[in-house]
């Protein structure tokens, strides 16, 4: 389609095989808005044009993002996101941008998922075989996130952050499937090549991070600097879609968790407590999300020590926020400590 | 000597601790002790362990928002002014609190409650250490700030305040700024003073109940300054059923949680020889 954007943006993960099947470019509008240089001005900017004071940084960083990359189109998730994603793709529409409106069926339901998918492609000029066939490209660089994933937790050759930035990149593989193929296939082998002794830190405290991407930009540096490693980022690795690699296009969006109920999400986080060995989970939470209700539920199922952490802003950790890190971490070194005397 | 310093965001408490005993129980004044014992080191604000007394070969543990300026540059300026070792430690502030709740009370299993002059916490305490914790969210409306400045509009003492909990005016606001307009609104409308010093009691447990709830145990241990406030800790009991214990020393409990867990590691490190202090 003539009239079709080359640059295709996107406010989370969606099935991007059929952007790329088109022959299009998605664009993650949360990284180019965290990765630039004054992540801060965009969200100032957003407010100065009226979005409130009390609404997620992650939209209004997203919103100018979108405006000065001069995105023509956005696909914007309507259901399985956030409603203020909805109402922020309106005032991109009220500006001239695109917006295709998906979304992800709430309850969790093939056909509902096959509809909007198929809608995608009409949009988009594609169909399922040129999809499919780009998922099975696209297997092949999910595969080397997810071996990244394997040698954070098993071997402690990755850092949390590397296993961060790589997986939550997967939304878009940075626009260039091949090249990001080769960048973390070089990565990887790298990695591999480390000897295992003495990498697993028995001593340290394995901690997992469950929730959005965090916003703020020292969260991994400081808890590593406190001696705790980051085995586990539940969101960033469902970007990676794990899971068998026989799947189709749909099933494979029916298995990501992150879009349908809090029930999926928790089998997949208690799954993942347990096979990783994880001793704590940090919930991180943006700021007036409604995803922190869910924390209700998340101390309910899930019995290891849990720090709910807030970020609001980008930016550097502020000094409570601080201050709570190192008094779990503390906390569960000391618990370590017990259990082991007992 | 072991100096406990707890450099809180409203006042700075120093507690010491030798030969098994606690001496010197200071609290000063945030803002004038930066201006009485800080120090500009390489531009960052440092304190001056001399000028505060620490001498060679004393341990130096400090906690609140303020440690890490006792922790980091004045370490080089200590060496320089001192001949000896001067082992400065930081440690997180609920770390703090719980070791000087514990000290304080001899209970092993509580809930502490901690409300200070800008933050609140909460901690679950078993076998003596910490398991669970909570902080109040980003605002200033469940701690002694607010209570000051709400004491300031009835134009009371914060003594005063803390004495009446019967027949509150029902104040709602979530800002601790609106809430003194709201609070002079309850003026307006007629309410007695009892009433309103009761309503900014009431109001503020509201607010920390949901941190107290969760993290619930048979006995309450309400440390920080705001622990004086007698129509407050009456409140707790209450609503929450159980008993309410009040340290001797409240708002010290952060500085001598500092002095034991400088006594401990000391103990931990140095192998005790004949003569030695039984501890």
């Known amino acids: 389609m003539s009239n079709v954007a080359a640059k295709i943006g996107l406010v989370t993960t969606i099935p991007v095989e059929v952007l790329f099947a088109a022959g299009l470019v998605p664009v993650d509008l949360n990284n180019i808005f965290i990765t630039a240089p004054d992540p801060a001005k965009l969200v100032e900017q957003a407010e100065l044009e009226g979005f409130p004071r009390n609404t997620c940084s992650w939209v209004k960083g997203i919103y100018t993002a979108a405006l000065r990359h001069n995105i023509g189109t956005v696909i914007a998730v309507m259901r399985g996101d956030c409603s203020n994603n909805e109402a922020m793709a309106e005032v991109l529409r009220s500006k001239g941008v695109e917006i295709v409106p998906f979304s992800f069926p709430y309850p969790r339901d093939r056909r509902f998922l096959v509809a909007e998918i198929e809608r995608l492609m009409d949009r988009f000029g594609t169909n399922w075989d040129e999809v499919e066939a780009t998922k099975r490209q696209l297997d092949e660089v999910r595969a080397l996130a997810l071996r990244l994933d394997e040698l954070t937790w098993q071997t402690g050759n990755v850092t949390g952050f590397e296993n961060h930035i790589w997986s939550v990149s997967c939304s878009d593989f940075n626009g260039d499937p091949a090249l990001f193929q080769q960048q973390l296939g070089d990565l990887l082998r790298q990695k591999e090549s480390i000897s295992r002794d003495d990498q697993d830190g028995q001593a340290s405290i394995r901690l997992g991070f469950v929730g959005v991407p965090p916003i703020v930009t020292d969260l991994y540096e400081h808890v590593e600097g406190l001696g705790a490693r980051v085995v586990f980022n539940e969101i960033q690795r469902q970007f990676a879609m794990p899971g068998p690699a026989e799947r189709d296009v749909a099933q494979m969006y029916l298995d990501y968790t992150y879009p349908y109920d809090f029930e999926g999400r928790l089998a997949d986080i208690e799954a993942e407590v347990s096979r990783r060995r994880v001793d704590a989970l940090i919930h991180y939470v943006q700021s007036f999300c409604h995803h922190q209700i869910q924390d209700i539920i998340l101390r309910q199922r899930i019995k290891v020590p849990i720090l709910t952490l807030e970020g609001d802003r980008p930016g550097p950790l502020d000094a409570r926020s601080r201050m709570r890190l190192e008094a779990f971490v503390e906390m569960c070194r000391q618990r370590a400590v017990a259990r082991s005397l007992k | ?279």
């Open chain 2, 1 to 279: 000597m072991i100096f406990g310093i707890d450099l809180g965001s409203r006042a700075v408490k120093i507690v010491t601790f030798s030969e098994d005993s606690f001496g010197r129980f200071q609290r000063m004044d945030t803002m004038a002790f930066y201006r009485d014992f800080g120090l500009r080191v390489d531009g960052k604000l440092a304190v001056n362990l001399e000028k505060l007394g620490v001498r060679a070969g004393d341990v130096v543990v400090a906690t609140g928002y303020g440690r890490h300026n006792v922790g980091m540059p004045e370490l080089d300026l200590a060496a320089q002014v001192y001949s000896g070792s001067i082992d400065v430690q930081v440690i997180p502030e609920l770390n703090a609190h719980v070791a000087g709740a514990v000290h304080q009370t001899g209970l092993m299993a509580f809930t502490l409650l901690d409300v200070g002059g800008q933050d609140t916490k909460v901690a679950q305490v078993r076998d003596g250490i910490m398991m669970d914790f909570a902080t109040n969210d980003r605002c200033a409306a469940s701690s002694g700030r607010y209570l000051e400045n709400m004491a300031s509009v009835l134009g009371v003492s914060l003594d005063e305040l803390s004495r009446h909990e019967e027949s509150p005016a029902n104040l709602n606001s979530t800002c601790a700024v609106f809430a003194e307009s709201e609070l002079i609104g309850k003026i307006v409308e007629g309410h007695g003073p009892s009433s309103l010093c009761a309503g900014v009691n009431w109001s503020i447990w509201r607010r920390l109940r949901p941190l107290v709830e969760r993290l619930r145990s048979g006995v309450i241990v309400f440390a920080g300054g705001v622990a004086r406030n007698g129509a407050l800790k009456a409140i707790v009991a209450q609503e929450m059923g159980c008993e309410v214990i009040v340290p001797e020393r409240p708002d010290f409990n952060g500085a001598i949680g500092c002095c034991v867990r400088g006594r401990d590691d000391v103990g931990a490190r140095s192998p005790r020889r004949h003569g030695d202090t039984e501890r």
